[in-house]
């Protein structure tokens, strides 16, 4: 391998001093330290150097003959803001250190440094800098929205899901999560990042499908500078920024045959080079890899490398679609109702019957994601505080209204009450036969998800007379 040395903690520090000794100096404790190190001479330098690698600390000493310490601060903070920087000053300049410190300086050591006192300061910056950033992915987690209590479910089928991330979350192996589309893959991947070890680093989410080979291979593994016409700078990939922590590939069945060659040798290897680059990279990343496409057809069709199926495949997740967790419904719109109630002013607080028996009645293409649309969509355009119409797609509105609701007639209408109660036993009957047939007429299960006795079921079925040996195998 070549270019920078790799760094066991992976963190690179960027030494900027004039004083050549000084800078040999600092490198040797720093690499003994497990840091990667790199040097500049001079604050130019130094900008050349950020233009070209990625660096998680700047140590530059403050008395600098082209570039003072505080010029070379201004133009950092103003460049690089997310990176701190260290100043390093003698006795007598300690005064201006403080004045770098209220100028958006991290720290300063005094020269002739202490070594250990370095190490120390180092040490401490870099581990405020993680924890600002584990901060910031929690807030974009949005105070815990992906633990497991957030997949909202009342089915034996995602319960199993939950119980799989459970045993996965705290491995490092990688996972496929295969599903329609709109099943919820990048919250199971997100539940998986939050609930494991690695919770505190970044979560870095891709879809394959939206780029191009070449610019997919970029956007996954980084380039060089003059790679290629536009890439004026270097550029970190994908497999960088999710460095200790988790890169999540959603379509990943949407990837050209290059780009899978070239994922299996970071699955295999942990290693890779940035388009145009020759200088190995080393990365500590837990894949998990998506899809809504039958990997093993393709597999076999020769469509998509049996090397990197199985390498991706070893821990697999699969989710059902929404059909096949109707039970699911009621509890999946409330929770939309109160996700995004903000969107009315928090005024809408429930949905009523007739439109709720509608929802138990659609076909749902397009899964959760169709689901919390619509309720969405419903919610920005209910004037009260109930949602009393939800607009079903084209092809299944009608039909799926018409089911759910008593045809209208040119009689007087019933009384609201009368009404009501033929739309809920309407409702209640279409809920029995789809919970029944989705677990095939085990009353023990189907009393557990509707939170009633067997009793209560058994009584359910006689009223409508709905025989449950008629969906047993």
Request: charged share 25%.
């Amino acid at each position: 391998m070549v270019g920078v040395k790799n760094s066991p903690r992976g963190e690179t520090i960027l030494v900027v001093d004039d004083d050549r000794a000084f800078r040999i100096a600092t490198r040797t404790l720093l690499e003994d330290e497990g840091y990667a190190v790199v040097l500049a001479s001079s604050g130019a330098e130094s900008l050349e150097q950020l233009a070209e690698k990625t660096v998680d600390l700047v140590l530059t000493d403050l008395v600098m003959e082209e570039m003072t310490g505080l010029a070379l601060l201004a133009q950092l903070k103003e460049r690089y803001p997310d990176i701190p920087v260290i100043m390093v000053t003698g006795f007598g300049s300690i005064q201006t250190a403080v004045e770098a410190i209220h100028l958006g300086a991290a720290d300063y050591v005094t020269k002739p440094h202490n070594n250990e006192e370095l190490v120390l300061k180092v040490g401490r910056t870099l581990e405020i800098k993680s924890k600002d950033r584990e901060l910031q992915s929690l807030r974009q987690a949005v105070s815990g929205t992906y633990h497991f209590g957030n997949i909202v479910t009342r089915s034996d089928r995602m319960r199993e899901v939950l119980t799989q991330i459970r045993q996965v979350a705290d491995t490092d192996v990688t996972i496929l999560i295969q599903g329609e589309s709109g099943t919820g893959k990048e919250l199971v991947a997100r539940a998986i990042h939050y609930n494991s070890n690695r919770r505190s680093r970044p979560f870095v989410a891709t879809s394959c499908s939206a780029l191009s080979e070449s610019l997919l291979e970029s956007e996954l593994f980084g380039f060089e500078k003059g790679a290629f016409t536009g890439a004026g700078a270097q550029r970190v990939g994908r497999f960088e920024e999710a460095h200790t922590g988790t890169l999540f590939l959603d379509e990943i069945g949407d990837v050209s045959s290059g780009v899978q060659k070239k994922l299996l040798r970071v699955l295999q290897e942990k290693t890779f080079e940035r388009v145009g680059g020759n200088s190995s990279i080393v990365v500590d990343t837990r894949v998990v890899a998506a899809t809504n496409r039958n990997l093993e057809l393709m597999m076999r069709q020769g469509e998509f490398r049996e090397d990197l199926y199985y390498r991706l495949n070893v821990f697999p997740i699969t989710l059902p679609p929404l059909r096949e967790r109707v039970e699911d419904i009621p509890l999946l719109v409330e929770y939309f109702v109160q996700k995004h109630s903000d969107l009315a002013g928090g005024n809408v607080k429930e949905i009523a019957p007739p439109v709720l028996s509608a929802l138990l009645n659609h076909v749902w293409r397009g899964n959760i994601r169709e689901l919390e649309n619509l309720v969405k969509r419903a919610i920005i355009s209910t004037p009260g505080d109930i949602i009393t119409a939800i607009p079903l797609p084209e092809d299944r509105s009608v039909n799926a209204l018409r089911t759910a609701l008593p045809i209208e007639s040119t009689e007087s209408p019933a009384p609201y009450k009368e009404y009501l109660g033929a739309v809920l036993r309407d409702a209640e009957e279409k809920y029995l036969v789809r919970i029944l047939r989705t677990h095939k007429g085990n009353i023990n299960h189907i009393a557990r998800l509707m939170e009633v006795d067997r009793k209560t079921v058994y009584r359910k079925m006689a009223e409508y007379g709905i025989a449950p040996e008629k969906y047993r195998d």
